[in-house]
């Protein structure tokens, strides 16, 4: 399965963005996607994550309330749509799959395919 994010940008405090993780195949319809992220000079870290078929999306304390992931069955895409944009958002986005589960979905070892990322930056 090969990913590629896109998507990222420059926005203003505040503002929104949609980030696109299209998948090569149908393939990843049996698989989790995880949405992480990666400040320069920081760990990578876990944003969210959801079950491409069924499951509900789940979403790291650091992202909660702003950020909503949708599915396009059509296109092997999912999105994350991100609002309310801080500065402390500004990070590579990273989308990645793998058959995580509820317990190992934030971890990154529970991945095996990974996108380029895609370059977020929120203005002051």
């Known amino acids: 399965v090969q990913l590629q994010a896109s998507g990222g940008g420059v926005v203003q405090t505040g503002g929104s963005l949609r980030l696109t993780c299209a998948a090569s195949?149908?393939?990843?319809?049996?698989?989790?996607v995880g949405w992480f992220r990666q400040a320069p000079g920081k760990e990578r870290e876990f944003v969210a994550s959801s079950r491409w078929s069924g499951g509900v999306p789940y979403y790291s304390d650091i992202v909660k309330g702003r950020c909503t992931i949708s599915k396009d069955f059509a296109e092997n895409a999912m999105y994350l749509q991100m609002n309310d944009l801080k500065p402390e958002d500004s990070a590579v986005y990273y989308c990645a799959a793998g058959r995580a589960i509820a317990s190992t979905r934030m971890y990154q070892s529970a991945y095996d395919y990974w996108g380029q990322g895609t370059l977020v930056t929120v203005s002051s």
């Open positions: 195949s149908q393939t990843v319809r049996g698989y989790t």
